[in-house]
């Protein structure tokens, strides 16, 4: 048999796309020169295109009501961006809240039904509560207080653990400050802020209070609450991107941001 | 910065939405649903999968909106969390391999419900025929196939969506296309005795009988 053998259909798509190696595209395109039964199979993956295209053109519009649930589905997290519960990213937070959904036991009802409040928050009583009452859960507090402790720099770099703000361990490092006390940092002073806050994460910075609702968290990163316009607000300090950006405690919204 | 009287952009809504505007992201995802809907049905072949991949991908968007750059277009964005929404639940379900894709049949009629009045019944059944040919590749290639040929976005464009090299998206293009010649078109390859590895079965060798008692699982072999 001296038939030539025909490249694949594969072969004369790549040389089509110009992504077949140097050497085969000149063995490919002499033998489609003169291959009636090759130009074909071009002409047919041509048609392929043209038939995916003409596919899409087509409009496809989202069935009314799959649209309506996902309209639903987008005004639940709004509303509860708005009711300023912190948006870190529940996938990767998975085994924090597990530890934030134990503390919640503990906290009074009261304070649960403060709702607004953020998980960090509750996180942080809950850590406390589970100090002082000691108990049969024991060695979970213990696990839970070593975890709190290990996040308490707020920062979020390693082992999985969410990049979730834990005030407890840092308010203690830091006795004194409390919430009144907040330093009060501007648009001007926030770069300064941010470095000195990147290089000694514990420098009597108050807790972070709140969680930021329209950004994750990034990986590596520090928290703190400050003053603001005269309101208490939350500083995310970027150690990659060396960004500093402020939320709003109250609103959760993006009041300003800042390289450093 | 718009004037309220003026549409707002796809990159001013996205900023709102990160200031606290409680309605911007909707009205960003609803300027975007139609496109974004097409492309999840068509990455995923099946409607209830790209409900569910689209609506994570949208909400991990409105949560993820403050790492937006603005190096990239707020389009392009959308559809690389979508598109990559939906690659996770293919491959998430590949990985549990007990849930097999829904059957075809069960998904003709709402693939085809929403063509236009005056589509032709064939249009849309070939719309149809297209996604379940496109089903048949992995899903890498299906998702090139989609962007380049289907949405009309440049290779490059798709590169960036998928978050891969172009000459990437050629080659998963340039493969999805040769799979699809004999599902979409009416060519058929002469094919060389040499891949000829399957023979189909003489009919005569089905018909021989199966051992008594087994007929209902023919070629199994009593042990």
């Known amino acids: ?260 | 910065m718009t004037t309220p009287g003026d549409d707002p952009t796809d990159a001013t809504l996205l900023q709102r939405h990160v200031d606290g505007d409680p309605d911007a992201f909707s009205e960003l995802v609803a300027r975007h649903q139609d496109r974004l809907w097409a492309v999840a049905v068509r990455t995923t072949g099946d409607p209830e999968d790209a409900s569910d991949a689209l609506q994570e991908a949208l909400i991990s968007a409105f949560r993820r909106a403050g790492s937006f750059r603005g190096d990239a277009q707020v389009t392009t964005w959308l559809h690389r969390i979508v598109v990559n929404a939906c690659l996770d639940r293919i491959r998430r379900r590949k990985a549990k391999a007990t849930e097999p894709l829904p059957d075809d049949e069960d998904h003709r009629t709402e693939l085809a419900d929403h063509a236009p009045a005056d589509d032709p019944a064939e249009a849309s059944e070939r719309r149809a025929d297209v996604i379940a040919a496109l089903r048949q590749l992995n899903e890498d290639q299906r998702a090139a196939l989609v962007l380049v040929d289907m949405e009309g976005y440049s290779v490059d464009e798709a590169a960036e969506v998928l978050g891969c090299a172009p000459g990437t998206v050629k080659s998963r293009c340039a493969r999805g296309r040769a799979r699809l010649v004999p599902l979409l078109t009416s060519y058929r390859r002469n094919q060389p005795p040499s891949d000829d590895v399957e023979p189909p079965m003489p009919a005569v060798a089905r018909r021989v009988a199966p051992s008594p008692g087994t007929s209902s699982q023919p070629g199994r072999s009593p042990t």
């Not at chain 1, 639940?76 to 036991?105: K, N």
């Not at chain 1, 995310?236 to 960004?243: A, K, M, P, S």
Request: net charge positive; proline share 7%; glycine share 8%.
């Open chain 1, 1 to 260: 048999m001296t038939e030539p053998v025909h490249p694949s259909l594969e072969e004369l798509a790549e040389l089509h796309e110009g992504v077949l190696d140097a050497g085969r595209q000149l063995e490919v395109s002499a033998h489609l020169a003169s291959c009636d039964e090759c130009a074909s199979a071009t002409a047919a993956l041509s048609e392929v295109g043209t038939v995916l295209t003409a596919a899409g053109s087509v409009p496809m519009p989202i069935p009314a009501e799959r649209a309506a649930s996902l309209q639903d589905a987008l005004r639940r997290v709004s509303a509860e961006r708005a009711a300023g519960v912190p948006s870190l990213d529940e996938q990767r937070d998975r085994p924090q809240r597990r530890r934030t959904a134990a503390a919640r036991v503990r906290v009074p009802r009261w304070v649960s039904a403060a709702g607004a409040a953020a998980a960090v928050v509750l996180a942080c009583y809950g850590g406390i509560s589970l100090l002082h009452r000691g108990g049969p859960d024991q060695s979970s507090s213990a696990e839970s207080s070593a975890s709190g402790g290990r996040v308490a720099a707020a920062r979020g770099d390693s082992s999985g653990a969410a990049p979730s703000p834990s005030p407890r361990s840092l308010a203690s490092a830091t006795p004194g400050k409390s919430a009144g006390e907040l330093q009060t940092v501007t648009a001007k002073t926030l770069a300064a802020y941010a470095a000195e806050l990147g290089s000694h994460p514990a420098s009597g910075a108050a807790p972070p209070s709140c969680g930021p609702a329209a950004a994750d968290l990034p990986h590596r990163s520090r928290a703190a609450t400050i003053r603001w316009k005269g309101s208490p607000a939350l500083v995310v300090v970027d150690l990659t991107r060396h960004r500093a950006t402020v939320y709003s405690c109250s609103s959760a919204a993006r009041l300003f941001s800042t390289g450093y």
